[in-house]
């Protein structure tokens, strides 16, 4: 797993707000990315990023997505990322909120758990007319992680493993009311963790964005509770409070 504060910068290209007015800054989103690597080439990732410069505040976005790194020695490699998500507000016109971003950059090992990336690519809004070059700069954190190999190397009382779940899932908001009366159905693409207590309860994070429904691009929500689970061999029917 890895952690990683960035800094992303969006330059629109043929873009116009919701009030019909041309975007013409750069828009600043400082932001952090978390990811799991399933080994040395193939990883996940999950990015939340907010606006703090170029007129647009109250802009967010959080796109998730695979990538795949070529390396070429121990310090350089060259990636590749196709995420999706959602994001809105600050007035850009990203219609239901559904957003779109490949991009490819270049990764620089400094030590075992530090590296320094820098990608540029492409954003569009398939339902709006919002779209951007981007370009990402970051520096990661990559923590130790668990080697089945190594457990009987290691005695019980050296250390705690922590279980946590992962969960990426659609939720639709049926019936919807907006402020000026009018009602319909709201898709969010929700993003949750799971931290296990033990194994039946654990809390539950969990954050919800808007992609598609009228004048829904950025709505955005977050809960936090506790869930208890049953263990029934492979299944595990669970309720969050």
């Not at 689970?229 to 029917?237: A, D, E, R, T, Y």
């Amino acid at each position: 797993m890895y952690l990683e504060p960035m800094l992303t910068a969006y330059v629109p290209r043929n873009s116009t707000s919701l009030n019909q007015q041309p975007l013409t800054k750069t828009i600043l989103l400082p932001g952090a990315e978390g990811g799991y690597k399933f080994d040395n080439n193939l990883y996940v990732f999950a990015r939340l990023s907010g606006a703090a410069y170029g007129g647009v505040n109250g802009y967010m976005d959080v796109l998730g997505g695979a990538g795949y790194k070529l390396d070429f020695n121990d310090t350089f490699g060259w990636k590749f990322e196709l995420a999706a998500g959602a994001g809105g507000g600050g007035t850009i016109d990203t219609g239901g909120g559904l957003l779109v971003n490949p991009a490819t950059g270049l990764e620089i090992n400094l030590s075992n758990h530090w590296a320094i990336n820098g990608t540029v690519g492409y954003l569009a809004a398939p339902t709006g007319s919002f779209q951007a070059i981007t370009y990402n700069a970051g520096l990661k954190y990559n923590f130790n992680e668990f080697n089945p190999d190594d457990l009987g190397k290691i005695s019980n009382n050296e250390f705690a493993l922590d279980t946590w779940r992962f969960n990426l899932y659609n939720q639709t908001i049926t019936d919807a009311q907006r402020n000026n009366g009018a009602s319909g159905a709201i898709n969010q693409i929700s993003f949750g963790v799971d931290q296990f207590l033990n194994e039946n309860f654990f809390i539950n994070y969990n954050a919800n964005f808007a992609y598609n429904g009228q004048n829904s691009g950025g709505m955005a929500s977050g809960t936090l509770g506790p869930g208890a689970q049953l263990n029934l061999g492979k299944f595990h029917p669970y309720l969050i409070i």
